[in-house]
């Protein structure tokens, strides 16, 4: 893993000429609804369900925008606020804490507005540079045993690359259907550019839409989880091989850090 962290632009154009094909993670929230429907209880692609509330800092997030609604994942990184991709915006969203089976109505669950929707002033949709995005919920989160924050590496902070995974409720192939159980898989970093992290499961694994915004955690220092990517795109057949693409949250760290004093603050 010594190339790690070197800038291979000519893969990086490769990557962002497949994305003129985008594949934006979110999904239609209809389609959610009839994955709810008829789940067949297998992926996010080719992963297991995780052990439930193992992620206490996930978030699902039902997005309204005109009269669609769509769905991504985030992650808690403050009592007050997710951190998830720009790509990810819309008029109004709706944050759900401490879920693992949505298609129940679970105790453990915090449903809380969000209030403040901040995504990336650079946030571009046709290079998805920038595609990260800060929420401020309407009211703090109850950290339970379910729903709890993670954190993430500041800007120079080494972190293991070999032990990374990412966890959604997308769909488990591609025109599949979305997860009602929160999803997990394993996944290999492949290199790092300035401000993205490339990486994929082995064979098919990895994510596919619906699971947008969600965290590639990996462990820190003293082998604590600490979420360094952001879902972000890949190619348009989930099952294709190549990598994903994620946004490098340490690159955001003072952008982040200013949002949130800026914001809570205000
Ligand atoms: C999720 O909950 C629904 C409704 O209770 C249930 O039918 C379904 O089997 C659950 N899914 C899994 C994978 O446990
Ligand atoms: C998904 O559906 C689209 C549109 O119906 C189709 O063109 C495409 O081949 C399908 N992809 C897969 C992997 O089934
Ligand atoms: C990324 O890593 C995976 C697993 O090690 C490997 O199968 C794949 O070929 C690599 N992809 C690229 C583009 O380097």
Not at 74 to 85: E, K, S, Y
Not at 90 to 104: D, K, M, Q
Not at 150 to 172: D, M, Q, Y
Not at 247 to 264: E, G, L, N, P, Q
Request: one cysteine or more.
């Amino acid at each position: 893993m010594s190339d790690l962290g070197y800038k291979d632009m000519d893969y990086k154009a490769k990557v962002q000429k497949q994305s003129a094909m985008l594949r934006v993670y979110w999904i239609t929230i209809t389609a959610v609804c009839v994955g709810l429907a008829g789940v067949s209880g297998d992926k996010i692609i080719d992963g297991t369900e995780a052990k439930a509330h193992s992620r206490p800092y996930m978030a699902y997030l039902r997005i309204r925008n005109c009269k669609n609604m769509f769905s991504c994942d985030g992650f808690l990184i403050h009592p007050n606020f997710i951190l998830t991709a720009a790509h990810c915006q819309g008029e109004r969203i709706t944050a759900f804490l401490g879920a693992h089976n949505l298609s129940n109505n679970e105790r453990s669950q915090q449903v809380i507005p969000v209030e403040k929707i901040i995504p990336h002033e650079c946030y571009n949709e046709i290079t998805l540079v920038d595609d990260i995005m800060l929420l401020m919920l309407k009211h703090r989160a109850r950290i339970t045993c379910e729903v709890n924050t993670i954190s993430i590496p500041n800007r120079n902070e080494p972190f293991n690359f070999h032990k990374c995974s990412v966890a959604g409720w997308g769909l488990t192939k591609t025109n599949g259907t979305g997860s009602s159980v929160l999803r997990e898989v394993n996944i290999n970093v492949n290199f790092t550019s300035q401000s993205e992290i490339f990486g994929r499961g082995s064979g098919k694994k990895g994510t596919c839409y619906g699971d947008s915004g969600g965290p590639l955690v990996c462990s820190g220092t003293s082998n604590m989880p600490k979420a360094v990517g952001i879902v972000s795109y890949g190619s348009k057949r989930c099952e294709d091989p190549g990598n994903e693409v994620y946004t490098k949250v340490s690159a955001y760290w003072d952008w982040i850090r200013k949002k949130i004093i800026a914001s809570s603050s205000a």
